[in-house]
């Protein structure tokens, strides 16, 4: 069983800055792309940031210069560093991986965590 797990969220004033984990643990042969995703009330859920396993990032054009995405291949963990928040960046923010499972025949597969709430709000 693969699971994601998200910490990190909360409360912050505009201008401060959150930093999200993301745990991928279980059975994982390879994880590949991982990303953060958030859905605000109301709207539909979009991508933020993703990073591949060599590194290469992609970020939505809202949080370019504001917010970070790394990993660590070595703790199966991918994290996004938000600065200078704004309350527009109030949503539940989601994690996602696409790995390889170990035992299911090589076969890439798309998982999400739970979310976590990120407020922006003086």
């Known amino acids: 069983q693969v699971q994601l797990v998200e910490s990190g969220g909360g409360l912050v004033q505009p201008g401060g800055s959150l930093r999200l984990s993301c745990a991928a643990s279980?059975?994982?042969?390879?994880?590949?792309?991982m990303g953060w995703y958030r859905q605000a009330p109301g709207k539909q859920r979009e991508l933020v940031a993703a990073?591949?396993?060599?590194?290469?990032?992609n970020y939505t054009d809202s949080v370019k210069g504001r917010f970070t995405i790394s990993r660590d291949n070595a703790k199966n963990t991918v994290y996004l560093q938000m600065n200078s928040l704004k309350p527009e960046d109030t949503a539940v923010y989601y994690c996602?991986?696409?790995?390889?499972?170990?035992?299911?025949?090589?076969?890439?597969?798309?998982?999400w965590g739970q979310g976590t709430q990120v407020t922006v709000s003086s």
């Open positions: 996602n991986a696409d790995l390889i499972p170990r035992g299911m025949g090589m076969r890439s597969m798309n998982y």
């Open positions: 279980g059975r994982i042969f390879r994880l590949n792309v």
């Open positions: 990073i591949t396993g060599g590194g290469d990032t």
